[in-house]
């Protein structure tokens, strides 16, 4: 049986772990606000300067010259844009997964308490029913363990993934705008 001042600690325990999540969400929402800020901010300059430009156009080929040395800067700045919002939901995840690695790890330790207090007061002959528990409680810390490296390793893949797919959407960009502008210039 839990004591008063153990469920006490467990409840503050409990409100101290929402709290920190819940600032932990609130400054991954300001960092996205930030990022938007930002290129919301250098969206507006590079229009500005993109219709100055145009503006002073005067042949046709200019103009189309002038899109094609827009468009890669522009493929590039969102690819960036999807990196760094990338990388905000992966922080903000990973404190997530951190706070859960802590939650489990004092659970386990607490199960492990709880069981080793019972083997200390089991009638005899009951070793076996306790080394099978002990037995259980270190597979499951195991299968934790297991998952947390399994999901490490699937968030690097994704951000390899998406720095692989930033790579070639930049090539296939350039390509595009280098088979457009010969064309444009006949």
Do not use: H, W
């Not at 919301?40 to 040395?69: I, N």
């Amino acid at each position: 049986m839990l004591t008063p001042e153990q469920v006490a600690a467990t409840r503050q325990a409990n409100l101290d772990l929402l709290f920190g999540l819940s600032n932990k969400i609130v400054e991954g929402v300001e960092k996205l606000a930030e990022l938007n800020i930002q290129i919301t901010r250098a969206t507006l300059r590079d229009t500005f300067d993109g219709a100055q430009k145009m503006l002073s156009v005067k042949e046709p080929q200019e103009c189309l010259a002038l899109q094609d040395s827009l468009a890669a800067p522009t493929a590039e700045k969102m690819q960036a844009y999807g990196r760094q919002l990338f990388d905000i939901a992966l922080a903000t995840q990973a404190e997530f997964a951190k706070a859960a690695k802590t939650q489990c790890e004092a659970y386990g330790r607490q199960v492990q308490s709880a069981v080793d207090e019972v083997a200390k007061n089991a009638p005899a002959g009951s070793e076996a029913a306790v080394a099978a528990l002990d037995s259980a409680i270190k597979a499951a810390n195991t299968l934790v363990e297991s998952v947390q490296k399994t999901s490490q390793q699937a968030v690097e893949v994704a951000r390899s993934n998406l720095d692989i797919a930033a790579a070639e959407a930049t090539k296939n960009t350039k390509r595009a705008i280098e088979s457009v502008s010969p064309a444009a210039k006949r």
